[in-house]
């Protein structure tokens, strides 16, 4: 068989061809199938080059929670987490970040690496070494594409860690010291909320002026704004466990113009409640609240926390109103269930964009109701009415909360468990059937004011319910004055 020249030629360039081809798709075949570390080594310049190192990366992210965070973030009116779910250690996220920076060596640090040292940087500002952390997010600024991609996250990470230098040719805005139980607390992340702005965004790292206290807990801040401002502190759980936040004398600070202002945030030990204890179920008409006596409190107020479930059972959050009004002087008190349960606060209905309506249970049921679970908790105020502690924590999850009590079951009616399941029109056909039941009367009245559809409700049917009552509380009467007033009946 004779091969001609021409032929040979047009087999060796197909081969060389599907040599090329092959191999052109080689980074491609290994990026796919997982060989990261090969394709690195063989194909350092490959548009899968990046992404390889990112998913070696990730990997390892994925022991720290994606480099998540676990602060708490605390200020007067109120708090809130950053990352619910994470509860990695300092000692775990060092062990990641040792792994990075081998990766980092070991491929150098470029613009294909650089999403790696960004991810890395906020590993090392978790772990509070802001030096480390300045250092990669300086780094990361240098490569357009990804200061770019990872923007306002970067521009306001690298100002909070660089933020913690003083500034000795300036006058701080504001300056204070962050102590806990009177020791000054290191490194903690200090704000500033604008007193006059609607809502709060968590976590604050994007939106609000932020800065870390020195050794001696002490933070600054320069060139604010004039205004009046919250000052809140991001500190670890197990900073803040056992401890509240202090009521100062002074909700904000006032900041102006070429003046320095002052202002301390201190954690006092909280208060401790002693009776009911998690677990507990009330049985009969009376609770018992009990606590220990705190230094220099005057009186004393308790408040309740409604746990929420979603359709599953699951925890997906709390709100917490105050029990009663009275104002106890001594370490106990103790309350009647039905005077409890009769009394309700305003609580109204929403409508989502699907048309599902939903109601505040207290705002139906009471404040403590058959069959409810709730955390209590008492706090304790000077004779100026300055709060000085409060046995409330700060939590992240369902397994931190406490005091977790239940009111019995035996009282509640069908319409009440309706209600907690959320079937509201069932709920009015349950508490029909109830007839003259005070309780159920007073629950049909604040359903049908306000409609269980998205359908505005009946006042006058409302007012009826009322008007049945056999033994009507101030709540009922004013409920009725009001409804009265509202239909100009005589």
Partial sequence: MRITVRTLAGMLATLVLLFW?????LPSFLYHNGYQEALLKWFPKSEYAKPAINSLAYELYDQTGFDGDSYMFIYPVGWSSSNSSNTVSIEQRKAVIDKLEELLDRYGRTPQTADVSFHLAKLYMWNKDWDQAERLYKEVKQYQESSDRWGLELEKFSAIVESRKMQPDKTPSVEGVIRIDGNPVADAFVYLVDAESNGYHSPPYYDYPMTITDEQGRYRFYDQEPGDYYVGVGLLPEQVA????????????SVEKE???????DFAPQLKAISPASGDVIEGNEITFQWEPYAGADYYQLYITTILRDEGGKYVGSTTTLLTDQK????????????LT???YEGGKYVDEKGNVEF????????????????????????GGRKLSSSAGYYLGEDALAPLFRISEKERLEGDRLILEKRYKEAVIAYEREGDNDRALRVLAKLTEHGVTEADGDPEKALAYLKRIKKPNAGDLAAMERLQAEHREP
């Fill in 342 to 344: 009769a009394r309700v």
């Fill in 242 to 253: 056992g401890y509240h936040l202090a009521q100062t004398a002074e909700k904000t600070v």
């Fill in 360 to 383: 505040d249970t207290q705002g139906l049921l009471g404040m403590l109701y058959p069959g409810g679970e709730f955390i209590w908790s008492v706090e304790a105020y000077d004779s």
């Fill in 259 to 265: 003046t320095a202002s002052h202002y301390n945030v």
């Fill in 328 to 339: 106890h002087t001594g370490t106990t008190a103790s309350l009647k269930l039905d005077e």
């Fill in 21 to 25: 081809i092959g191999y052109s798709q």
